[in-house]
């Protein structure tokens, strides 16, 4: 017997994807959204495509999907992002990996990633991966508040085929993105109690943009490259900051 499988998304005003998303999906049996009061037409335009939508007042990246995977009605799960798109080879291999009989409880998906209408192919962004089908019962997310991941209790795999992602909307939306992820890791390092001090401000931004730019080749994707390591380079800079005002009770 085929396993039916469950795919899962946590929206917020992604009325331009969904049609995309829905359609590159329309191998799982059921599909679920978890949104977080969108003002767009995000909601409307899901429904009208049979999707199921829970609303849910978006707390932190972690809760909001460990959410949308209790209501799931089946073991296997794909929870892709609404920006990244699934190519009918891996859809194949998706429906493939599901239905073996293998020791694998969870598989990583790489991802070419496109920024400003370009494929970015260094600054990091070469080994791109993140883990997007499971099974549920040997799988959660592990509790951050952003950069969440999912903690599987037994073995992951990797698929042959990746998935392309288009995070980039407009520089606003991304920066807009960066900024959120920030004051989420703000958030995470006050409740550990962890202080700024000169270091958070100068050193770890500056190798941040380095790092990426000359060390992981960054430099190579022209200046897609280099607008990628500096915003990026920034928000690291924005998260210690933000901790910073946490910490005097500024807004």
């Not at 790489?110 to 799988?139: E, L, P, T």
């Not at 950069?147 to 520089?171: C, M, Q, T």
């Not at 703000?186 to 109690?193: F, V």
């Amino acid at each position: 017997m085929t396993p039916k499988i469950t795919a899962l998304a946590i929206t917020l005003n992604e009325e331009e994807n969904v049609k995309q998303y829905v359609e590159s999906l329309s191998f799982a049996d059921e599909i679920i959204f978890v949104d977080s009061d969108s003002t767009d037409k995000t909601v409307e335009i899901a429904k009208s495509l049979g999707v199921k939508v829970i609303q849910r007042e978006f707390d932190n990246f972690s809760n909001q999907r460990n959410f949308a995977i209790s209501q799931a009605k089946n073991d296997w799960i794909v929870f892709f992002d609404l920006d990244e798109i699934v190519t009918p080879e891996l859809k194949t291999e998706i429906l493939s990996v599901s239905n073996s009989k293998s020791e694998y409880v969870a598989y990583y998906a790489k991802r070419n990633f496109h920024f400003m209408g370009k494929h970015i192919k260094y600054g990091g962004w070469q080994s791109d991966k993140a883990i997007r089908v499971f099974n549920k019962n040997h799988c959660q997310y592990n509790g951050n508040l952003v950069h969440e991941v999912i903690a599987a209790n037994g073995k992951v795999g990797f698929l042959k085929e990746k998935v392309n992602h288009f995070s980039y909307k407009s520089f606003d939306n991304y920066n807009n993105k960066l900024n959120l992820y920030s004051k989420l890791q703000a958030e995470s390092l006050y409740l550990k109690n962890k202080k700024p001090n000169a270091y958070h401000f100068f050193i770890r931004p500056k190798y941040r943009f380095l790092w990426q730019y000359i060390y992981r080749l960054g430099i190579l994707d022209g200046k897609e490259g280099f607008v990628l390591a500096y915003v990026h380079a920034f928000s690291v800079f924005k998260r210690y900051l933000q901790l910073w005002m946490m910490y005097r009770k500024l807004e």
